[in-house]
C-alpha cells in the first residue's frame, strides 16, 4: 500500500515536501512515479525514481521539483521548490516499472492535495 501526504496551501514561490510510504518488503525494487491531476485536467506524470536512483520529470517542472527515495523508511520525496499556482492538484504516487526513459504506472496509493495561492 502506498500513502501520500505532505500537500497544503502555500503561497507562490514556496516549498513543499511530499512524502510517499510504502508498505511491503518489496518497496527497494519498485520504482515510484508522483502523478498530479487538476480540476478538469487528466492525471499526468511529474516526476519518477527507479529502485537504482534514476530519475525523469515533466518539463513543467524540471529543476524546480526533486524526487529521492530512502528505501530504509520505504519512503519516496517529492520536494517541491518555487511553486506556482499551476501546480495546484491532487498529488498521488504509484509503484510501477522504470525502463530507460520511461514510467510504467502500477498500484496507486492515496492522493494529497497541493494549492499554490498567487
Known amino acids: 500500500q502506498l500513502q501520500a501526504s505532505g500537500g497544503g496551501l502555500v503561497q507562490a514561490g514556496g516549498s513543499l515536501r511530499l512524502s510517499c510510504a510504502a508498505s511491503?518488503?518489496?518497496?527497494?525494487?519498485?520504482?515510484i512515479g508522483w502523478y498530479r491531476q487538476a480540476p478538469g485536467k487528466q492525471r499526468e506524470l511529474v516526476a519518477a525514481?527507479?529502485?537504482?536512483?534514476?530519475?525523469l520529470y515533466a518539463g513543467s517542472v524540471k529543476g524546480r521539483f526533486t524526487v529521492s527515495r530512502d528505501n530504509a523508511k520505504n519512503t519516496v520525496y517529492l520536494q517541491m521548490n518555487s511553486l506556482k499556482p499551476e501546480d495546484t492538484a491532487v498529488y498521488y504516487c504509484?509503484?510501477?516499472?522504470?525502463?530507460?526513459?520511461?514510467?510504467?504506472?502500477?498500484?496507486w496509493g492515496q492522493g494529497t492535495l497541493v494549492t499554490v495561492s498567487s
Open positions: 525514481i527507479s529502485s537504482g536512483g534514476s530519475t
Open positions: 511491503g518488503s518489496t518497496f527497494s525494487i519498485n520504482a
Open positions: 504509484n509503484a510501477g516499472e522504470y525502463s530507460g526513459s520511461y514510467y510504467f504506472p502500477g498500484s
